[in-house]
C-alpha cells in the first residue's frame, strides 16, 4: 500500500508574516491519518519552514534545484544548500519552469540527480498542454518526459523519486483533470516504468504518483480514491491552511 502525500507548491507568493500564520495553522490541527503533508516555499523561506516545522510530521522542500552542484552560476541554488536547510523535497520540471524557463527534458533529468545526490526526494512533474491533449499525444508527451528521467535513473535511485502528472491545462485554471482522466495517465505512467526494464515492477507498484492542477476540497477525495493517484500537488488551495488541510484530510 503506498503511502498518500500531499504537497503544497507555494509558487510566488509569501512573506515571513502570511507564511507563520499559514505554517502555523497546518501545524496546529490534527496530522492527517492518511496522508504525510509537505510544503515547498520559495527559497528565502526554507529557513522559517526549518524552523516552524522541525520536529512536526510536516515536511517541506523547494520548488527548483539547479542542475549544477557548485561553480560560476549566477542564480543557482544547488541541492546541498537545500539539504542543509532540512529540505526532504524538491520540485523538479514543473511546467512552469519547462515553458518560462526553458527546462529540458535532460534538465529535468540532471536536476533530478543533483536532488537524488543530496538526499533530496525529487518530485519529477510531468504533463501535456490542451494543444498536445486535444491533438491526442498525451501518453506520448508525458511517455517521453518520463522516460529522460527513468533513462539516468538506476533502479535504486528511482525508488527515491516522487512523480507527479499535471496537466498543464487544469493548472491555476480551475479545470480538473476528471478523475477517470488523471487516472488513465497514471495507470499509464506506472506501466511505462514497469516496462522499462527487468525488475522494474516492484519499484514501479511503489512509486508515489501525485496528481496536481486545480485540486480543491471539493475534488480532492474522488481523485484520491483512484487506484493510481498517491496524493496531490496543491498549488492555489496549498495557500489557505484550511483548505490544504482539507485536502490532506480527503
Ligand atoms: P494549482 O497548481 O493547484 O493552482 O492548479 C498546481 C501546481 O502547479 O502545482
Redesign the pocket.
Known amino acids: 500500500m503506498r503511502q498518500k502525500l500531499v504537497?503544497g507548491?507555494w509558487?510566488l507568493h509569501g512573506s515571513l508574516a502570511a507564511n507563520a500564520a499559514l505554517l502555523d495553522g497546518i501545524k496546529a490541527a490534527p496530522a492527517p491519518a492518511r496522508a504525510r503533508l509537505a510544503v515547498c516555499a520559495p527559497f528565502p523561506y526554507l529557513a522559517q519552514c526549518q524552523a516552524v516545522l522541525s520536529g512536526t510530521t510536516i515536511g517541506w522542500g523547494a520548488q527548483d534545484v539547479s542542475a549544477e552542484t557548485r561553480g560560476a552560476f549566477t542564480g543557482e541554488v544547488a541541492a546541498p544548500m537545500l539539504a542543509e536547510f532540512g529540505c526532504a523535497y524538491v520540485?523538479v520540471g514543473?511546467?512552469?519552469r519547462r515553458s518560462y524557463h526553458g527546462e529540458t527534458d535532460a534538465i529535468v533529468a540532471a536536476k533530478t540527480l543533483r536532488a537524488l545526490e543530496s538526499g533530496l526526494t525529487p518530485v519529477v512533474?510531468v504533463g501535456e498542454t490542451l494543444a498536445q491533449r486535444e491533438a491526442g499525444e498525451t501518453e506520448a508527451v508525458v511517455g517521453r518526459q518520463l522516460a529522460a528521467v527513468l533513462d539516468a535513473l538506476s533502479i535504486e535511485q528511482l525508488g527515491r523519486i516522487v512523480l507527479?502528472y499535471?496537466p498543464v491545462w487544469?493548472?491555476?485554471?480551475?479545470k480538473?483533470a476528471t478523475s477517470e482522466q488523471a487516472q488513465a495517465v497514471h495507470a499509464y505512467l506506472r506501466k511505462q516504468v514497469v516496462a522499462h526494464g527487468e525488475g522494474f515492477a516492484d519499484v514501479a507498484a511503489r512509486l508515489q504518483i501525485l496528481y496536481?492542477?486545480?485540486?480543491?476540497p471539493d475534488n480532492a477525495a474522488e481523485l484520491f480514491s483512484m487506484s493510481d493517484i498517491d496524493g496531490?500537488?496543491?498549488?492555489?488551495?496549498?495557500l489557505k491552511a484550511e483548505d490544504f488541510l482539507a485536502i490532506g484530510n480527503a
Do not use: D, F, R
Open positions: 504537497i507548491n509558487k520540485l514543473h511546467s512552469e512533474c507527479a499535471e487544469a493548472i491555476g485554471t480551475g480538473t496536481g492542477g486545480s485540486v480543491k496531490g500537488l496543491i498549488g492555489g488551495a496549498s
